[in-house]
C-alpha cells in the first residue's frame, strides 16, 4: 500500500542553495537578496512524500521488487545484500515552480535562486524523510537510488508512479519525456540494511564523474 | 425521474469507495481498475449492487480512469461500455426500492496541464471530451467530474462535459489540508468558475476526512448558489499489519456528514476507505433531515487560479496599463512579440495594489485572437490577479475566454443588440462576469435616467441567455467634463441609481472625466472618491497613478475597511522613506557604467534618463553599455565573477535598454546584429538556462526570438525561415529529450542550411553535442554570447 505524510521545512542550507546557484560564497549577491528569495518562497514550498515498501531480489544484474523488475547493475550494488527496500516519491509541490516561471520571464536572476532553493528544498526533504523512515522502521537505509542514475533507465518511473499513485498521494505526475511536475521533485529506492554498514556518500555510485555538482556532501 | 428533477426535492446518496474495495477483490497495485469492467464484470456489478442495496442512489461506473492517456481508442470504448453496462445491470439486480442512477465517473487524467505541466489544454478538453461521448452514449444518466486537485483540468473536464453532453454535470475537487487544491485554487475560486460553467453541483470529495473538509464545504455554502455535494475518505489511511485502515468509523463518518446536510449539503457519499456499510449508516443518519433548499447568495465575483475577487464590498481596482491606446512601447513590444514587457508590466501593477488586470493587445497587423489568447495564458504564468479580457473582436474574446484559468471579467459588452448577441453567448458558456457600458445604438444618454434605462434593457437581454444579474458589472461610462460640466454628476447619478433601484455592480474608467483639462490627476483622485461615496465597486484605472491610490486608501480608511489604519500607515510610512532623493553621482556616463558592473537596475535606469539628454541613444548603448558588460562578461570567463553576478549585470543593463527603447523613436530591431531564435526543444520544460542565454543575447543586440519551451521542431524551423536567422539556440535537460534536439538539428540542417545551431544543458557535453550534429556546444551563456558574435561577423564578411 502506499503511505504518505506531509513534513514540516527541514531547516535551511543557505551555502547550499549558493552551490546549486552557482554563485559560489555568494559574494556577488547583493546583501539581503537571498533573503529575500527565503521570504517570497516562505508558504509556496510543500514537502510531501509517498511511499511503498517491497521485498526486493538482485542478481544477474537484475532487481526483482514485488511489483516491477529492473536489469541494472548500479541498482544492484546500491540494494546488494539487502531483502526489503522503499520505493518513494518526494515533491516541494507547484509552488516552487510558480515563482520560478514567474521570474524566469522578467529576472532570470531571482529565477536561479528560486530554483536553487528548490532543490535544496527537495534534496533536504529526502534527508529528513529517510532519516524519518531509518528511526521509524529501526533500520539503516543505503543511499537513495533514482530512474536516470547509471544504468537505472529513467523509464522506470512509470513502474514507480504505478506502484505509488504519486498523482493521487502527492499531487506529482509524470510527463511523456519522464519528466515530473512539479519539477522539484524525486522519486528514489533505498535498500533496508539491518547493520550500518560502510558510510557511503550520495555522489559515491554516481558514474559521472565531471558533473558540476559533484562533491563532498 | 431525471436526476436533476430528483436533486431539487432529495438529498442525493452517491456511493462509497471502489479502489480500496477492488484491491481487497485482487487488484493488484498498479492494475488499472477499469479493465475489470470488462475481465471481471460480475465483481464489478456486484460492488455496485451492494451500494444500491445499501440505499445509495447514484452509484458512479467504474470509470475513473477510462481516458485516452490510459486506454487506446478500441478499449476506451469497450471499456466505459462495459462499465456503465456494469452499473445498470447493478441497478437492476438489487431489489433497494429507492430512485437509481449512474454515473459517469471521470477523475484527473493524470497529467499536470500547462505551463505547469505538459499537457495543451485544448489537449486536455478532447481526451476527456472522448470519455464524455463514449459514456454519454452508453447511457450515462449524469457525469461526475471528480478528485479534480487543479483547476485548469477542472475546466478541461466541465467544458468537455458541456460540449459533448447533455447530461447534468457535477465537479467535486479534492481540496488539501490548506484548504485549497492543489495548484492553488480556494473553494471561492472554484465557486466562481464551476458554478459560472454551469454545473448542476459542485462540492469536495476524497483527500480528507469529513471533519477536515468541512471548512472547505461551509465556504462553499456560503458563496455557491448550486447544489453542493461532500464524498470525504472515511479520514486518513494507515498501515496494520501490512493493511490499510482508516481512521474514521461509520458512526463517526455519518454524524460528521449528517451535520453539514442539516447545514445544506445536498448530495452525500464517500470516497477511499468508505465501504456500503459507511452508506447505509450515512443514509440511517440522513433519512430525517429536510433538504435545506438552495438559494442564490447573488455574488458578483470574478476569480483565477487561485482566488475569487468579489464586487459589492471593498472597491476594486482594475489595472489598466496593459492596453496599447496612446502606449508607443507597448504596441511595439506586442507587435515584436516581446512578452517579457507585458508580463513585467502586469507584475508591476499588481505590486502597486491592482486586484484585477485588464488586458488588451489590439494592435493593427496582428492576429489578435492569437495574440490575446498567448497573452492571457502568459500573464496566468506570472501572475495570480484574475483578468479582464479587453477587446472589440469576438473571435479573440472566444479565444481568451476559453484559454482563461479561471472566471475572468468580460470587457465590453453594451445596450447595442449586435453586441449582445456576440457577447452573451460567449459568457453564458465559459462563464464572466460582463462590463456592460450604458449606451446603445442612439448613443450614450445625456442623463443618469437614460443610462439606467439601457441598464434595465441590458438585464432583460442578458436573462434571456440566462445570464443572471450579479454577473453583469454597468459602467455608466464617465464622460469629459470639459465638454460638458454636468457630465460627472450624470454618471455619478447613474452609479448611484444603478446600485439602488437595480442592486447591481458598476465600474468606470475613471480618468475620462478629466480629458481636456491640466492637472488631470487632482480632478480624477477627486472624482474617484465621489464615485465611491456613490457606491461605485470598480474602477478601471492606473495603479501607478499615486493620487488615485492614496484616494483609494484614504477611502477604506474612513470608510472603517481598514483594520486598524494597517494598509494607510505602511503605505504613508513607504512613501516618507522613498522621498528622500537618492544623490546623482557627478558623472552620469561613470554611474552607468558602475551600475551595470554592480547590477543595480534602477540606477542604472535613472542614469540612463540622464544621460538621454546630453547624448544619442546608441552612443550610450556603444560607448558605455556594452564596454561595462563586456567587463563583466569576461571577468565571469575568468572566474572573478560568478553567473548570479553576470545576471545582474545583465538585469541592470536590460534596464537601461528599456529607458533607451521608450525613448528611441524607432523599432527596437533598429540597430540589431542579427535575429537568434531560441526555444526548449519539444517534451522538455525546463528554461532558466534558455531565459538567462536570451537575456545575455539580448543585451548584446541580438534580435532573439523567444519560442518557450516544449517546442516541436517544426515550429522552430518555421521560425528560423521566416527570420531567415542566422543562428538558433536549442536547450534541453534531460537524457530523453536529446533525441528531440537531434530531430530538430537535422530538421534545420534540411530546411534552414544557412543556420548554425548552438546547443546547451545540464546532460550535453562537447561530445554529445557533435554527435548530435550540432554546430557548437556551448558550457554557458557567455560561451554562446561569443559564438553568436563570432558567427555573425563570419555572415557579415564581404
Known sequence: MTNFKNYAAPPVNKKEILRYAGAKDGRDLPAGLLEDVLAEAEGSVEYKVCWSFTSVKTGDGICRFDTFFAPSADLCKCLAGCDRAIIFAATAGVGVDRLISKYGRVSPLKALLFQALGAERIEALCDTFCEDISKSEGVMLTPRFSPGYGDFDISYQKDIFALLDCRKYIGLTLSGSMLMTPSKSVTAIAGLTEAAGEKTGKCDLCGNKDCAYRGNI | ?798
Not at chain 2, 600 to 605: D, M
Open chain 2, 1 to 798: 425521474m431525471r436526476f436533476e428533477e430528483f436533486l431539487k426535492q432529495n438529498i442525493v446518496c452517491f456511493d462509497g469507495g471502489t479502489g480500496t474495495l477492488l484491491q481487497e477483490a485482487g487488484l493488484k497495485p498498479g492494475e488499472r481498475p477499469e479493465r475489470w469492467n470488462v475481465t471481471r464484470p460480475q465483481t464489478v456489478a456486484g460492488l455496485h449492487k451492494a451500494y444500491f442495496d445499501a440505499g445509495s442512489n447514484v452509484v458512479c461506473a467504474n470509470t475513473f480512469g477510462a481516458n485516452s492517456l490510459n486506454f487506446c481508442e478500441d478499449e476506451l470504448e469497450k471499456t466505459i461500455n462495459a462499465a456503465i453496462a456494469n452499473a445498470k445491470a447493478a441497478a437492476l439486480q438489487s431489489a433497494a426500492p429507492q430512485e437509481k442512477f449512474v454515473a459517469l465517473d471521470i477523475g484527473p487524467c493524470g497529467k499536470l496541464l500547462k505551463p505547469l505541466g505538459d499537457l495543451g489544454f485544448e489537449e486536455a478538453v478532447a481526451l476527456f471530451a472522448k470519455t464524455v461521448r463514449l459514456g454519454t452514449a452508453a447511457g450515462a444518466d449524469l457525469i461526475l467530474i471528480e478528485t479534480m486537485n487543479d483547476s485548469y483540468e477542472t475546466k478541461a473536464a466541465l467544458l468537455a462535459a458541456k460540449e459533448n453532453s447533455d447530461l447534468p454535470v457535477i465537479v467535486s475537487n479534492a481540496y488539501g489540508t490548506d484548504g485549497k487544491l492543489m495548484t492553488g485554487a480556494s473553494p471561492a475560486a472554484m465557486a466562481a468558475l464551476i458554478e459560472g460553467m454551469g454545473a448542476a453541483a459542485m462540492g469536495a470529495n476524497c483527500s480528507l476526512g469529513p471533519r477536515q473538509l468541512a471548512p472547505v464545504i461551509e465556504e462553499l455554502l456560503r458563496c455557491a448558489s448550486i447544489p453542493i455535494i461532500l464524498k470525504p475518505n472515511a479520514g486518513l489511511p494507515r498501515s496494520e499489519n501490512g493493511k490499510t485502515v482508516f481512521d474514521v468509523t461509520k458512526e463517526e463518518f455519518a454524524k460528521e456528514i449528517a451535520a453539514l446536510v442539516k447545514r445544506g449539503v445536498r448530495i452525500v457519499g464517500g470516497c477511499c476507505g468508505t465501504t456500503p456499510e459507511y452508506i447505509s449508516e450515512l443514509i440511517a443518519r440522513i433519512s430525517g433531515i429536510a433538504p435545506v433548499k438552495v438559494t442564490d447568495k447573488n455574488i458578483t465575483a470574478v476569480s483565477s487560479y487561485t482566488r475569487a475577487v468579489t464586487f459589492g464590498g471593498e472597491p476594486v481596482l482594475i489595472g489598466e496599463r496593459i492596453n496599447p491606446t496612446g502606449k508607443k512601447r507597448l504596441k511595439e513590444a506586442l507587435i515584436e512579440g516581446d512578452i517579457g514587457y507585458i508580463l513585467a508590466e502586469g507584475i508591476a501593477e499588481q505590486e502597486k495594489g491592482a486586484h484585477i488586470l485588464d488586458v488588451n493587445v489590439g494592435v493593427p497587423g496582428i492576429d489578435e485572437a492569437e495574440v490575446l489568447k498567448n497573452t492571457v495564458c502568459e500573464l496566468q504564468a506570472v501572475t495570480d490577479l484574475p483578468l479582464q479580457i479587453d477587446t472589440a473582436s469576438p473571435a479573440a474574446m472566444e479565444a481568451a475566454l476559453r484559454a482563461y484559468n479561471g472566471k475572468a471579467m468580460i470587457n465590453s459588452v453594451n445596450g447595442k443588440k449586435e453586441s449582445m448577441e456576440a457577447v452573451f453567448p460567449l459568457a453564458k458558456k465559459y462563464g464572466g462576469v460582463c462590463v456592460a457600458l450604458t449606451l446603445d445604438e442612439n448613443g450614450i444618454p445625456e442623463t443618469a435616467e437614460g443610462r439606467v434605462e439601457i441598464a434595465k434593457k441590458i438585464l432583460r437581454e442578458a436573462a434571456k441567455y440566462g445570464i443572471a444579474g450579479k454577473d453583469i458589472v454597468f459602467d455608466p461610462l464617465a464622460m469629459a467634463v470639459s465638454a460638458d460640466k454636468n457630465a460627472a454628476a450624470a454618471t455619478l447619478g447613474a452609479v448611484r441609481a444603478i446600485k439602488e433601484e437595480l442592486g447591481a455592480n458598476t465600474s468606470l474608467g475613471v480618468s475620462n472625466v478629466s480629458f481636456g483639462l491640466p492637472g488631470r490627476e487632482e480632478l480624477n483622485g477627486t472624482f474617484f472618491a465621489m464615485a465611491l461615496q456613490n457606491g461605485l465597486s470598480a474602477a478601471i484605472m492606473n495603479p501607478f497613478s499615486e493620487k488615485m491610490m492614496t484616494t483609494y486608501r484614504a477611502y477604506r480608511a474612513l470608510k472603517g475597511l481598514d483594520n486598524n489604519f494597517e494598509s494607510y500607515i505602511s503605505a504613508a510610512a513607504g512613501q516618507t522613506s522613498t522621498a528622500g532623493r537618492e544623490e546623482q553621482e557627478e558623472n552620469a556616463a561613470e554611474g552607468l557604467s558602475r551600475a551595470i558592473e554592480k547590477g543595480l537596475k534602477e540606477k542604472a535606469a535613472g542614469y540612463t534618463r540622464a544621460l538621454l539628454k546630453e547624448m544619442p541613444p546608441l552612443d550610450i548603448v556603444n560607448g558605455i553599455i556594452i564596454p561595462a558588460l563586456n567587463g563583466v562578461g569576461t571577468a565571469f570567463e575568468n572566474k572573478t565573477v560568478y553567473l548570479p553576478g553576470l545576471l545582474m549585470s545583465a538585469e541592470a543593463a536590460k534596464g537601461a535598454f528599456e529607458v533607451i527603447k521608450g525613448a528611441l523613436n524607432v523599432s527596437a530591431k533598429t540597430g540589431s546584429r542579427g535575429d537568434f531564435v531560441i526555444a526548449t526543444v519539444r517534451g522538455d520544460i525546463h528554461d532558466i538556462g534558455k531565459n538567462i542565454v536570451k537575456l545575455l543575447l539580448e543585451n548584446y543586440g541580438f534580435n532573439v526570438a523567444d519560442l518557450g519551451k516544449d517546442v516541436p521542431p517544426e515550429t522552430i524551423a518555421d521560425k528560423v525561415c521566416e527570420l531567415h536567422a542566422p543562428l538558433a539556440g536549442l536547450s534541453a535537460l534531460m537524457t530523453t529529450t536529446v533525441p528531440a534536439m537531434e530531430e530538430t538539428i537535422k530538421l534545420l540542417k534540411r530546411r534552414a542550411p544557412w543556420c548554425k545551431t548552438v546547443v546547451g544543458g545540464a546532460v550535453l557535453t562537447e561530445e554529445y553535442a557533435a554527435a548530435i550534429g550540432a554546430d557548437k556546444y556551448a558550457k554557458d551563456a557567455m560561451e554562446t554570447v561569443r559564438f553568436a558574435e563570432s558567427t555573425v561577423l563570419e555572415v557579415q564578411k564581404p
